[in-house]
C-alpha cells in the first residue's frame, strides 16, 4: 500500500504555515512545545482522525491541507477544524479532475463509485483494494460481516505518545483488540479480497435463506389457523361467498319489487293529492288578479284625489285674479297702455282669448269626480271582500291538502320502515361478503408464495455450500501467512536486538501467539519464562517493544510484499529514554532506523 507524504499546510489565523516531509525519513525535533507531536496528530486528522484541540490549535487553526501520494495518484486532503468532513480532490488516469466532499468518518450514503461512504473507503479504493470486510467477532461463523477500515490499520502505521508505554496496539483491549487482530490478520495474508467477496456472499446467502424459511413458516402457520392451508380449502370458501352473495342479491330485487306492488292502497289519496295542488295553484292565481285589481284601483283612486285638489287651487286662484290689470309689463316694466291690442286678445300679451264654455266650470268637475271616487270606493270594498273570502279559501285548501299528505306519509312510513331495515341489513351483509371475497382472493397467492420461498430457500443450499467450500479452499491457498507471521516474528527479534533492548539476545525466541496475536519473548527458548509487552515491566522498554514491532511489521511488509500502508509515524518514542542516560540506545535505535 504505497503511501508517501509529500506536504502539510496549515491555514492560521494570522498566517500559512507549510511542512515539507522528506522523501524516506522526516525527523522533527525541537524544544518543548514547539508542536512537533501537533504535526503528527494533524496528518492524522486529514486522514480522518480526531484532532486534539490543544490552546494553540484552538486559538489559531483555522483548517489544514495535506498533499501526500496514494497509490499512483497525487491527492490533496482539505479538512477544516471542527469540521467531519473532508474535500479529497485527484487526477484520475483519464485526466479528468475529481473533488469530492466526503464523511472523514463513520456510514452513509454512497458519495463515489458503489460503495464507498467515507474517507477510508476512499483511500482503499485509491490504493486499488476493495472495502474489505471482517466477521465482527473473530471466530464466531453466525456474526455478521463489518468494514475493516483504513483507520484499522494506521492503527500500525501511527504510534501515538500517549499509548506508547501503555497499550500493544489495543490488543489487550477486549472490544477494540478485534479490529487490532483483523488488521494483522490482513497484513498476513489470512484475509484476501476473494475471500473478503466470498464470506460476504456466503453471510449474505444464508440471512437470505434464514429470512425466507422463516417468513414461510410464519406464513403457513397463520394460514394454518384460519384453515387455508391449500388453494382448494380458500377456492370452496369462496364460492361459498358468492353463493351467499347471490342469495343476498335476489333478496334486495325481490323487496324492491314487492314495495312498487304493495303501495297501491295510497293511489286514491296521491290522485286526490295531485288535484287539490292543480286547484291550489288555480286559487293562488285567483288571489294575484284580486291584488293586481287592488292595486290599480287604489292608484286610480289617488290620481282622481290629486286632480281634485287642483281643481279647488285652480277655482281659488281665478277669484282672486278676477278684474285684476296691469299697468305696467311684468317683464320689461313698460305701461301697457302705449299700446292697444287687438280685440279679442289679451292686453299683455297679445295672445287670442280661447272661447269660454259656459257649461264647463269647476263646480261640475268637482261634482264628477267625486261621483268617479264614490264608484271607485264601492269597487275596492268588494273586491277587498272577494279578496278576503280567496285568502280563506286557499287556507282551507291548503289545510286539506297538509292532512292528507300526512295521512299517506304515515300510511307509507309504517311499511318504509320495516323495509328499509331490511334493506340496510341485507347491504352491509353484501358489503362484508364482498370483502371477504377481496381478503380471501389475496390470501389465495399465499399457499404459493410459501412454496415459492421454500423452494428459493432450498436452492439457497445449494449456494451456501459452494460458498462455504470455495472459503474453505482459500483459506487453504492463504497458507503463506503463517510464513508472514514467522517472518514477521525474526525481524521482531533483529529489532529488538539491534536497538540493544535490555534482556534480548539472539538465543532468544520470539513467538506470535495465533489466537491472541500478542508477540512474546522466550528466553533462551524457554517458554515457561516468556514475557511480552504487558510484563516487560519498564516503561522505557514497552516503549522500544512497540516501536520494534511497528519497524519489523512495515520491513516484512517490504520483504514479503504485505499490504501494510508503507507510512509510519512515530510520535516521541524515546520520551522514556534520553541521550544523556542511555546514549548506546539512542544510538543503536537511530543507526537501525
Request: net charge negative; aromatic share 6%; with cysteine.
Amino acid at each position: 500500500m504505497k503511501i508517501r507524504l509529500q506536504t502539510l499546510k496549515l491555514y492560521c489565523r494570522k498566517s500559512e504555515e507549510l511542512v515539507r516531509f522528506g522523501g524516506n525519513i522526516t525527523f522533527i525535533h525541537g524544544t518543548l512545545s514547539l508542536g512537533k507531536s501537533t504535526i503528527a496528530r494533524l496528518v492524522d486528522f486529514c486522514l480522518g482522525g480526531t484532532l486534539e484541540l490543544t490552546t494553540a490549535v484552538q486559538r489559531e487553526l483555522l483548517s489544514v491541507q495535506l498533499t501526500l501520494t496514494i497509490g499512483a495518484r497525487d491527492v490533496l486532503i482539505e479538512r477544516a477544524k471542527g469540521e467531519n468532513s473532508a474535500r479529497v480532490s485527484w487526477v484520475e488516469d483519464d485526466g479528468e479532475p475529481i473533488s469530492l466532499l466526503i464523511r472523514a468518518k463513520g456510514d452513509g450514503a454512497v458519495v463515489y463509485g458503489d460503495d464507498v461512504v467515507n474517507l477510508s473507503d476512499l483511500i482503499f479504493r485509491l490504493l486499488g483494494y476493495p472495502i474489505i470486510r471482517v466477521r465482527k467477532r473473530t471466530g464466531d461463523d453466525d456474526s455478521p460481516m463489518v468494514r475493516l477500515s483504513f483507520r484499522d490499520l494506521l492503527k500500525f502505521c501511527y504510534l501515538e505518545q500517549e499509548e506508547l508505554d501503555s497499550s500493544f496496539f489495543r490488543l489487550s483491549q477486549p472490544i477494540l483488540a478485534e479490529k487490532s487482530k483483523d488488521a494483522l490478520n490482513f497484513f498476513a495474508g489470512y484475509y484476501s479480497e476473494r475471500l473478503s467477496t466470498l464470506q460476504a456472499e456466503f453471510d449474505q446467502a444464508r440471512s437470505d435463506q434464514r429470512s425466507k424459511t422463516e417468513a414461510a413458516e410464519r406464513i403457513r402457520e397463520f394460514l394454518a389457523q384460519f384453515g387455508f392451508a391449500s388453494d382448494a380449502q380458500i377456492d370452496g370458501e369462496i364460492q361459498k361467498n358468492h353463493a351467499r352473495m347471490a342469495d343476498v342479491r335476489a333478496t334486495l330485487s325481490a323487496s324492491s319489487l314487492e314495495f312498487y306492488g304493495q303501495t297501491h292502497f295510497v293511489d286514491e289519496q296521491r290522485t286526490r293529492l295531485r288535484k287539490m295542488s292543480d286547484r291550489l295553484n288555480a286559487e293562488n292565481e285567483t288571489l294575484d288578479d284580486l291584488n293586481r285589481r287592488l292595486e290599480d284601483q287604489r292608484e286610480l283612486r289617488a290620481e282622481l284625489m290629486s286632480m281634485k285638489f287642483k281643481v279647488a287651487r285652480a277655482d281659488r286662484a281665478r277669484s282672486v285674479l278676477a278684474g285684476s290689470s296691469f299697468e305696467n309689463c311684468p317683464q320689461c316694466g313698460q305701461p301697457v297702455s302705449s299700446h292697444r291690442a287687438p280685440e279679442g286678445s289679451c292686453y299683455l300679451c297679445l295672445q287670442v282669448l280661447a272661447p269660454s264654455e259656459d257649461d264647463i266650470n269647476p263646480a261640475s268637475i268637482a261634482g264628477d269626480l267625486e261621483a268617479r271616487l264614490a264608484d271607485i270606493e264601492q269597487a275596492l270594498r268588494r273586491h277587498s271582500g272577494s279578496r278576503k273570502r280567496q285568502i280563506e279559501r286557499i287556507q282551507k285548501l291548503t289545510a286539506d291538502k297538509d292532512r292528507l299528505d300526512r295521512e299517506v306519509s304515515e300510511l307509507l312510513g309504517s311499511y318504509e320502515t320495516d323495509r328499509a331495515a331490511r334493506s340496510r341489513q341485507a347491504d352491509r351483509e353484501l358489503a362484508e361478503i364482498e370483502e371477504r371475497i377481496r381478503f380471501l382472493t389475496r390470501v389465495k397467492a399465499m399457499p404459493g408464495a410459501v412454496t415459492a420461498m421454500l423452494a428459493e430457500a432450498d436452492k439457497l443450499s445449494e449456494t451456501i455450500s459452494r460458498l462455504d467450500r470455495e472459503i474453505q479452499q482459500e483459506q487453504m491457498r492463504l497458507g503463506k501467512a503463517d510464513e508472514n507471521f514467522r517472518a514477521l516474528g525474526v525481524n521482531f527479534l533483529e529489532a529488538l536486538i539491534a536497538t540493544r533492548v535490555p534482556g534480548v539476545g539472539p538465543s532468544d525466541v520470539v513467538n506470535i501467539n495465533r489466537r491472541t496475536l500478542i508477540p512474546e519473548i522466550w528466553p533462551e527458548g524457554d517458554e515457561t519464562a516468556a514475557y511480552s509487552f504487558f510484563t516487560a515491566g519498564s516503561g522505557g522498554k514497552k516503549t522500544l517493544f512497540t516501536i520494534c514491532f511497528a519497524l519489523a511489521l512495515h520491513r516484512t511488509a517490504a520483504q514479503r510484499g504485505m499490504p501494510v500502508p508503507s507510512l509510519l509515524i512515530i510520535d516521541t518514542p524515546l520520551k522514556n529514554i534520553t541521550p544523556d542516560i542511555n546514549p548506546e540506545l539512542v544510538t543503536a535505535f537511530y543507526t537501525y532506523q
